[in-house]
Protein backbone atom coordinates (compact mmCIF):
# COMPACT_ATOMS: atom_id res chain seq x y z
CA UNK A 1 0.00 0.00 0.00
CA UNK A 2 1.26 3.61 -0.50
CA UNK A 3 -0.15 6.83 1.62
CA UNK A 4 -0.23 9.84 -0.40
CA UNK A 5 -0.83 13.37 1.53
CA UNK A 6 -1.03 16.61 -0.53
CA UNK A 7 0.01 20.32 1.04
CA UNK A 8 0.18 23.86 -0.84
CA UNK A 9 -3.07 24.49 -1.45
CA UNK A 10 -4.49 28.00 -0.93
CA UNK A 11 -5.71 31.37 -2.35
CA UNK A 12 -4.00 33.49 -4.86
CA UNK A 13 -4.50 36.28 -7.32
CA UNK A 14 -4.70 35.00 -11.21
CA UNK A 15 -0.88 35.77 -12.71
CA UNK A 16 0.64 34.20 -8.77
CA UNK A 17 2.13 31.13 -8.21
CA UNK A 18 2.14 28.43 -5.61
CA UNK A 19 3.66 25.13 -4.98
CA UNK A 20 1.71 21.68 -4.53
CA UNK A 21 3.60 18.99 -2.37
CA UNK A 22 2.70 15.34 -2.06
CA UNK A 23 4.39 13.44 0.45
CA UNK A 24 4.63 9.32 -0.14
CA UNK A 25 4.72 6.91 2.21
CA UNK A 26 4.46 2.70 2.86
CA UNK A 27 5.44 0.42 -0.19
CA UNK A 28 7.28 3.35 -2.37
CA UNK A 29 9.61 0.78 -4.34
CA UNK A 30 6.02 -0.19 -6.10
CA UNK A 31 5.58 3.05 -7.56
CA UNK A 32 6.37 3.54 -11.26
CA UNK A 33 4.54 6.62 -12.02
CA UNK A 34 3.22 9.82 -9.82
CA UNK A 35 0.72 12.23 -11.30
CA UNK A 36 -1.83 15.22 -10.49
CA UNK A 37 -5.22 15.67 -11.05
CA UNK A 38 -7.39 18.19 -10.41
CA UNK A 39 -11.40 18.29 -10.34
CA UNK A 40 -13.15 21.72 -9.92
CA UNK A 41 -17.01 21.31 -8.98
CA UNK A 42 -19.11 20.21 -11.23
CA UNK A 43 -16.62 18.53 -13.31
CA UNK A 44 -14.72 15.35 -14.16
CA UNK A 45 -11.51 14.77 -12.58
CA UNK A 46 -8.88 15.79 -15.15
CA UNK A 47 -5.15 15.31 -15.54
CA UNK A 48 -2.93 17.89 -15.14
CA UNK A 49 0.71 16.57 -14.90
CA UNK A 50 2.49 13.20 -14.48
CA UNK A 51 6.20 11.82 -14.09
CA UNK A 52 7.37 8.94 -14.73
CA UNK A 53 9.47 7.83 -11.93
CA UNK A 54 12.19 5.41 -14.33
CA UNK A 55 13.60 8.06 -16.29
CA UNK A 56 11.58 11.12 -15.76
CA UNK A 57 9.87 11.52 -18.77
CA UNK A 58 6.53 13.80 -17.76
CA UNK A 59 3.50 14.78 -19.12
CA UNK A 60 1.47 17.42 -19.13
CA UNK A 61 -2.18 18.79 -20.35
CA UNK A 62 -2.14 21.22 -22.64
CA UNK A 63 -3.81 24.50 -20.99
CA UNK A 64 -1.11 23.88 -18.34
CA UNK A 65 1.98 23.39 -20.39
CA UNK A 66 4.35 26.14 -20.00
CA UNK A 67 3.24 27.17 -16.52
CA UNK A 68 3.21 23.99 -14.19
CA UNK A 69 6.10 21.99 -13.92
CA UNK A 70 5.97 18.35 -12.38
CA UNK A 71 8.94 16.85 -10.61
CA UNK A 72 10.15 14.83 -7.56
CA UNK A 73 12.52 14.31 -5.74
CA UNK A 74 12.76 11.44 -4.19
CA UNK A 75 10.25 8.33 -4.45
CA UNK A 76 8.81 10.03 -1.67
CA UNK A 77 8.08 13.44 -2.50
CA UNK A 78 6.35 15.19 -5.45
CA UNK A 79 6.00 18.47 -6.67
CA UNK A 80 3.81 20.73 -8.53
CA UNK A 81 4.96 24.08 -9.59
CA UNK A 82 2.49 26.15 -10.74
CA UNK A 83 2.84 29.39 -12.46
CA UNK A 84 0.88 32.41 -14.33
CA UNK A 85 -2.30 30.57 -12.20
CA UNK A 86 -5.32 31.78 -14.11
CA UNK A 87 -8.79 31.65 -12.03
CA UNK A 88 -9.62 28.49 -14.29
CA UNK A 89 -7.24 26.97 -12.59
CA UNK A 90 -9.67 26.83 -9.41
CA UNK A 91 -9.79 23.20 -8.25
CA UNK A 92 -9.32 20.92 -5.88
CA UNK A 93 -6.21 19.03 -7.10
CA UNK A 94 -4.69 15.18 -6.32
CA UNK A 95 -1.88 13.37 -5.79
CA UNK A 96 -2.11 10.00 -7.58
CA UNK A 97 0.44 7.10 -8.17
CA UNK A 98 0.92 4.48 -10.35
CA UNK A 99 2.15 0.66 -9.25
CA UNK A 100 2.36 -0.75 -13.07
CA UNK A 101 4.76 0.11 -15.97
CA UNK A 102 3.96 2.39 -17.86
CA UNK A 103 2.44 6.44 -17.27
CA UNK A 104 0.08 9.34 -18.50
CA UNK A 105 -2.27 11.59 -17.70
CA UNK A 106 -5.44 8.51 -17.43
CA UNK A 107 -7.28 8.66 -14.12
CA UNK A 108 -7.24 5.14 -14.37
CA UNK A 109 -3.92 3.89 -14.66
CA UNK A 110 -3.45 5.55 -11.28
CA UNK A 111 -4.50 3.03 -8.40
CA UNK A 112 -3.33 5.26 -5.15
CA UNK A 113 -5.03 8.71 -4.43
CA UNK A 114 -4.69 11.28 -1.66
CA UNK A 115 -7.30 13.56 -0.11
CA UNK A 116 -6.67 16.56 -1.83
CA UNK A 117 -5.66 19.94 -1.52
CA UNK A 118 -7.68 23.17 -2.49
CA UNK A 119 -6.52 25.77 -4.85
CA UNK A 120 -8.73 28.90 -5.25
CA UNK A 121 -7.22 31.77 -8.34
CA UNK A 122 -9.26 35.05 -7.84
CA UNK A 123 -9.63 37.15 -10.72
Known amino acids: QVQLVESGGGSVQAGGSLRLSCAAS????????MGWFRQAPGKEREGVAA???????TYYTDSVKGRFAISQETRHTLYLQMNSLKPEDTAMYYC?????????????????WGQGTQVTVAS
Open 96 to 112: AARSFVGCGLYRSFYNY
Open 26 to 33: GYTVSVRC
Open 51 to 57: IYTIGGN
